[in-house]
C-alpha cells in the first residue's frame, strides 16, 4: 500500500473544501433564481392588473374634466343670468321707485285727509297734532297756549 504524502492529503482537503463549496453556491444560485422567477412572476401580475386600473383611472380623470368643463359653463351663465337680473332690478327701480313712491304717498295723504274728514264729521272727536314725533290733543295744546299766554301777563 501506498502511503499518502502530505501534499496529497491536503490536495484531497482543497477538493473536497471546493466540491462543498460549490455543492453550497450552487444551492444558494437555485434558490436566487427560484426568487428571481417568483419576483418576476410577481412584477408580471401586478403590471397585469396595474394596466387596467390606469386605464380606468384616466377614463375617470377625463369623464371628471368633462363634468366640471360643464359645471364651469353653467357657472358662467348663472353670473350673466345674476349680472343681468340685477341690472334689470336697478332698472326697475329706478324707472318705477320714484314714480310709485309719489303715488303711494299721495293716496296716503288722499286718504289720511278723508279719514280726518270722516272723523270730523261723524264724531267730532278732538284733532290731534304730530309735533316732533309725538302726538298732542288739541285740548293740550290750547291748555298750553292758554299757560303761556297768562305768564306772560303776569310777568308784565
Do not use: C, H
Amino acid at each position: 500500500m501506498r502511503t499518502v504524502s502530505g501534499g496529497e492529503v491536503a490536495g484531497i482537503l482543497v477538493a473536497v473544501f471546493w466540491a462543498i463549496l460549490v455543492s453550497f453556491l450552487a444551492v444558494a444560485l437555485a434558490r436566487l433564481a427560484q426568487t428571481l422567477r417568483t419576483t418576476t412572476k410577481l412584477i408580471a401580475d401586478v403590471t397585469d392588473q396595474a394596466v387596467p386600473l390606469l386605464a380606468d383611472a384616466s377614463d375617470a380623470v377625463r369623464s371628471a374634466q368633462t363634468q366640471i368643463d360643464r359645471v364651469d359653463a353653467i357657472a358662467s351663465d348663472v353670473q350673466e343670468v345674476t349680472s343681468n337680473a340685477s341690472a334689470l332690478s336697478s332698472t326697475v327701480a329706478s324707472t318705477f321707485g320714484g314714480p310709485l313712491v309719489k303715488v303711494a304717498a299721495f293716496g296716503y295723504g288722499v286718504r289720511s285727509a278723508l279719514a280726518g274728514r270722516r272723523e270730523n264729521v261723524t264724531a267730532k272727536a278732538p284733532r290731534r297734532t304730530v309735533i316732533v314725533g309725538r302726538t298732542v290733543p288739541t285740548s293740550a295744546r290750547r291748555r298750553k297756549r292758554n299757560n303761556r299766554g297768562s305768564n306772560r301777563e303776569e310777568g308784565l
